[in-house]
């Protein structure tokens, strides 16, 4: 059973550009979340999307967004990069609400 | 407000002994679950245990056991005779009754050989 792809594994962009990064879940799961990970800030939470939903948003401003598609794929998206959007992007997903979430490698991102 | 911490930022140990790595939570709901991850050098969150609230009895998985403890809030999480392997950062989260995991800062456990 394959699990959960993100797609860039790297990536490195440059100030006031935009960014999107895709993950795919585990087949048969329809919950997606995403986290944000950084040196200062630790692990936090993005979103979460389940069915085509966003069910919850965490403390990020609106430059951060996300959507799910009917296949449960998810993309976010950031605009306007700043320097400190340089982070581990990583994609959670579940088969069903507090199930085991199980992640993808992730995507790294530098702002330069 | 709901919140998870792992004091221990770092911890050295020698091939073989055993390593406790502590977790402490708050929150005042009743319906809550815990979760411990190993993050390797490679990025990705591996998935050790899910515990819910009302699942008090600890558990054993080879040389991995955890000890949830209600009455001190702690999930705390202990390897037996550790190997380089185990070498990694983990991390113990909590969920309320919805899939935003809210994570610790972490323990970066380095097992000398």
């Known amino acids: 059973k394959a699990g959960v792809t993100q797609t860039p594994r790297y990536l490195i962009k440059t100030r006031g550009q935009q960014v999107t990064l895709s993950c795919s879940p585990i087949?048969?799961?329809?919950?997606v979340s995403w986290y944000q990970q950084t040196p200062g800030q630790g692990l936090q939470f993005l979103f979460e999307?389940?069915?085509?939903?966003?069910?919850n948003k965490g403390n990020f401003p609106g430059r951060f967004s996300g959507r799910q598609f009917s296949n449960s794929r998810s993309e976010m998206n950031v605009s306007t990069l700043e320097l400190g959007d340089s982070a581990l992007y990583l994609c959670?997903?579940?088969?069903?609400?507090?199930?085991?979430?199980?992640f993808g490698q992730g995507t790294r991102l530098t702002v330069v | 407000a709901q919140k998870v911490t792992q004091a221990q930022t770092e911890i050295s140990v020698v091939e073989k002994e055993d390593v406790t790595l502590d977790c402490v939570y708050e929150?005042?709901?009743?319906?809550?679950?815990l979760f411990w991850y190993k993050q390797p050098p490679s990025g990705e969150l591996v998935f050790l245990i899910r515990r819910n609230s009302f699942d008090e009895q600890n558990e054993i998985s080879g040389r991995y056991s955890w000890n949830f403890q209600k009455s001190t809030s702690s999930f705390n999480f202990t390897i037996t005779a550790s190997q380089v392997v185990d070498s990694a950062v983990y991390f113990c989260?909590?969920?309320?009754?919805?899939?935003?995991?809210?994570f610790g800062t972490g323990t970066r456990l380095q097992v000398f050989p």
């Open positions: 959670a997903s579940r088969r069903d609400t507090n199930t085991e979430a199980f």
């Open positions: 929150t005042r709901d009743t319906t809550y679950y």
């Open positions: 999307y389940f069915s085509e939903t966003q069910r």
């Open positions: 989260a909590l969920s309320l009754n919805t899939d935003k995991l809210i």
């Open positions: 087949s048969g799961h329809r919950s």
